[in-house]
């Protein structure tokens, strides 16, 4: 969360009472109006999950943004073995010339001959050396579909993740919901806020209609 004035980090810290601590936010920037000004941090906190609470996207727009994307993965996979298979294939054609000119100096005799065929295997060697070793195969198999249901699990319902998920969860909630860093005033609470593509796009009711959203 940034600082309204100066738009750095602000940085947490705990105040003592007379029997315990409590936690706060406090602008630290130099020459910053709000130096040293703090912010409770119960109070941020029940506005962002309020602002949390708020976002709802559409089941039915999620499911076409989920189809899309899962099609645009199968496409570009699709696209990336066509190339992987046409450059192996290549390096096949060369070692298969490289193998028979092989062949071809154990059974000639002619040093001239033998000469202009051993250049023609450093070329050959060379070229093979440009497309690259033989194409290996990705030693994980990454599901992109567990992967696509995981965030769109968090997209759904973004407050019920934050309010019971662990720390790592909650980043997780911020940077699936929020394009930018959140600006907070001490006055005015959070600014208008920067929500990403799906959220954004999911929480719109003018797109119900699903050939809209098409």
């Not at 000004?37 to 089941?59: I, T």
Request: hydrophobic content about 35%.
């Amino acid at each position: 969360v940034l600082c309204s004035e100066c738009k750095s980090p602000y940085t947490a810290s705990w105040s003592k009472g007379r029997n315990k601590l409590f936690p706060y936010y406090r602008c630290t920037t130099k020459s910053c109006v709000c130096q040293n000004k703090s912010v409770r941090a119960e109070k941020m906190h029940e506005e962002l999950e309020e602002m949390l609470k708020k976002l709802k996207p559409r089941d039915n727009i999620l499911a076409v943004v989920k189809a899309e994307l899962s099609h645009q993965w199968n496409t570009r996979m699709l696209d990336v073995n066509t190339v992987r298979k046409e450059r192996q294939d290549k390096i096949d054609a060369v070692q298969n010339e490289i193998d028979e000119y092989m062949a071809s100096i154990r059974l000639c005799s002619n040093p001239l001959v033998i000469k202009g065929i051993e250049e023609k295997i450093d070329s050959l060697e060379a070229k093979k050396l440009r497309l690259g070793e033989k194409v290996q195969q990705p030693k994980k198999h990454y599901n992109f579909d567990d992967a696509l249901n995981q965030v769109f699990d968090f997209l759904k319902d973004p407050y019920l993740v934050w309010s019971t998920g662990d720390l790592q969860e909650k980043r997780l909630v911020l940077r699936l919901v929020f394009e930018e860093p959140l600006i907070y005033n001490r006055d005015s609470g959070f600014g208008t806020a920067t929500f990403s593509l799906p959220v954004n796009v999911s929480c719109v009711t003018e797109l119900d209609e699903m050939e809209v959203v098409e």
